[in-house]
């Protein structure tokens, strides 16, 4: 059955350091998305991502945020310059039509020290 | 500000009865509602889902429920098995034009053998 991949698993950073985080959605997909949970709380939107366009953004989402999707393959998630309150689990997921299920990736955990 | 509510934050049932998980949301826009399954170190698991037009939707053992006028919506497991321990989240969606998921703090459901 056909999945959404992340890499890395885990990735550790220093405060004010860029990360990338990576996604392979699934291969028909057409929509993706980010979304975050830092621990304890809520999964949150952060943004959509449709046709080589931002479709939608949270408040969240600020400057400091970027989306790709480099190749036909890739959808990755910029942070320029990470915080401490940057650290959560960040999932990214896909759906063929924006109004049906999403699927999600097994998520990647960011922790900045 | 939480729009989409789960008040309990776990839930015990014994292996064989049924499970019954709550959601309460405050924002009449919703129209579209997704349960997900969460096992730990995993993504979110797309369950069932339900369109504001209808008010039960089944497949195999999960049944959910949607009242609107009382902005509820119930996950009915029968019967529950253990492989069902996991933390289940409420996510709701508003009508057409916005396709982000707005999350419930999830239930950690705990079914003993």
């Known amino acids: 059955e056909p999945e959404v991949t992340q890499t890395p698993s885990h990735q550790v950073t220093q405060m004010g350091q860029e990360v990338i985080l990576r996604c392979v959605p699934i291969?028909?997909?057409?929509?993706f998305y980010w979304y975050r949970q830092i621990l304890g709380q809520k999964v949150e939107f952060l943004v959509s991502?449709?046709?080589?366009?931002?479709?939608?953004k949270s408040e969240i989402f600020d400057d400091q945020f970027s989306v790709e999707r480099p190749d036909g393959s890739n959808f990755t998630l910029k942070i320029r310059s990470t915080k401490l309150e940057d650290s959560a689990m960040y999932f990214c997921?896909?759906?063929?039509?924006?109004?049906?299920?999403?699927?999600f990736g097994p998520g990647t955990r960011l922790t900045v020290l | 500000d939480q729009q989409v509510k789960q008040n309990s934050p776990s839930l015990s049932v014994q292996e064989g009865r049924i499970s019954i998980l709550n959601c309460d949301y405050t924002n009449s826009m919703f129209d579209y509602f997704l349960w997900y399954k969460k096992y730990p170190a995993e993504g979110p698991t797309f369950l069932i889902s339900i369109s504001s037009i209808k008010d039960k939707n089944e497949d195999g053992r999960f049944t959910v429920f949607l009242n609107k006028s009382a902005k509820h919506l119930s996950l009915h497991i029968v019967p529950s098995q253990p492989g069902d321990s996991a933390v289940y989240f409420c996510?709701?969606?508003?009508?057409?034009?916005?396709?982000?998921?707005?999350f419930g703090k999830g239930t950690k459901l705990s079914v003993i053998p």
């Open positions: 996510a709701a969606r508003p009508e057409a034009g916005s396709y982000q998921l707005t």
């Open positions: 991502f449709y046709n080589n366009e931002i479709s939608e």
């Open positions: 291969s028909n997909h057409l929509y």
């Open positions: 997921a896909s759906n063929l039509f924006p109004y049906n299920e999403q699927f």
